[in-house]
């Protein structure tokens, strides 16, 4: 019988340390949300009524909100048209028409979960749009990441600068693309890399490059390195697919500064088309556009007229323009 009595009480403090220790392992509720378990306990206290109603905390709104000082510096910087003083990229943009003369580049921030663990980055990029619009530019890079920012500490953490000639901006499947200017290489002429953002860093999906032997255009693709000796060869058309597949997503940032208002309407014809040629860069679908003012003035980014600017409003070359691919935008 005490042997009995004995090792009940062997049973109830094993039991006993077991659910102490599982106490502190976080389970998941079927939402996904890591809770504790001994939290998870309702403790009935006088000062405790009422919190099971309480709302979760606002990870993402407690960002914005340690963000807001230095996007407020920020912006009254570029106001200033000086942003030297600022930890921000040597490649942050501010002027506008650099691309050609009817080239609007909003320079601005965007706030976006890009891991999932419920806290915002901060990402500073420019938009290109049509000047007087809301469409994006002619070309193919309308717009552009210069700098990632992280909550670190509640401050903001700089995890991701563009230097030189390289290039960030998102694809349409959720990667930062990054292209490698000036590769310091007699042959290679272009590299990417497909990242995913994890906490504090890039880290590479795939990578592709091509380089120039002779006559000949040799592709390459690789899990982490591209431009290393045992990247894979491969022919033109995976090298489109593997382009296509991550895409390129045209984002808009909201502007430091907010663009002057259209002093007249205008409506714009754009059409989308492929130019396969080597020029260091990978996107190779290219946007051109005829733009009509309500005055029946305009302009013209087609290559048609080498000063863009034209005074018509021809019904039947709009008709042209639509047989030809080109499709109406707002």
Aim: glycine share 8%.
């Amino acid at each position: 019988m005490k042997r009995k009595l004995v090792a009940a009480i062997m049973l109830c403090v094993v039991l006993s340390g077991c659910q102490s220790g599982l106490s502190s392992i976080d389970e998941k509720t079927d939402s996904g949300v890591s809770v504790d378990s001994e939290e998870s306990n309702i403790d009935v206290d006088s000062s405790d009524v009422g919190s099971e109603n309480a709302a979760p905390e606002d990870t993402a709104g407690n960002s914005a909100e340690a963000y807001d000082a230095f996007i407020s510096e920020i912006k009254a910087a570029v106001e200033k048209g000086d942003v030297s003083g600022l930890d921000v990229s040597e490649n942050t943009k501010i002027k506008a028409g650099e691309m050609d003369m009817d080239t609007d580049v909003r320079y601005g921030y965007l706030l976006k979960d890009l891991d999932g663990d419920g806290t915002d980055e901060l990402i500073l990029g420019s938009t290109s749009y049509i000047v007087d619009t809301n469409l994006q530019a002619r070309g193919r890079y309308n717009s552009l990441i210069y700098d990632i920012f992280t909550m670190k500490d509640g401050k903001p953490e700089h995890v991701v600068k563009c230097e030189g000639y390289d290039q960030y901006y998102f694809g349409t499947d959720g990667t930062i693309i990054k292209e490698v200017g000036d590769s310091n290489s007699d042959t290679t002429v272009a590299v990417a890399t497909f990242n995913n953002f994890n906490k504090d860093k890039l880290e590479v999906v795939e990578g592709i490059r091509y380089d120039l032997a002779g006559d000949d255009v040799i592709y390459y693709r690789s899990d982490s390195d591209p431009t290393a000796d045992n990247a894979e060869k491969i022919t033109y058309d995976k090298w489109k697919e593997i382009i296509d597949k991550h895409g390129y997503e045209f984002t808009e940032f909201t502007p430091f500064v907010e663009p002057a208002a259209p002093t007249k309407k205008a409506t714009v014809y754009v059409r989308t088309f492929e130019e396969d040629y080597l020029d260091s860069a990978i996107q190779y679908k290219w946007r051109e556009y005829k733009k009509y003012y309500d005055d029946h003035t305009g302009f013209d980014n087609t290559g048609n007229d080498p000063l863009g600017e034209f005074s018509s409003y021809d019904e039947e070359a709009i008709d042209d323009l639509i047989s030809n691919g080109f499709v109406e935008e707002q």
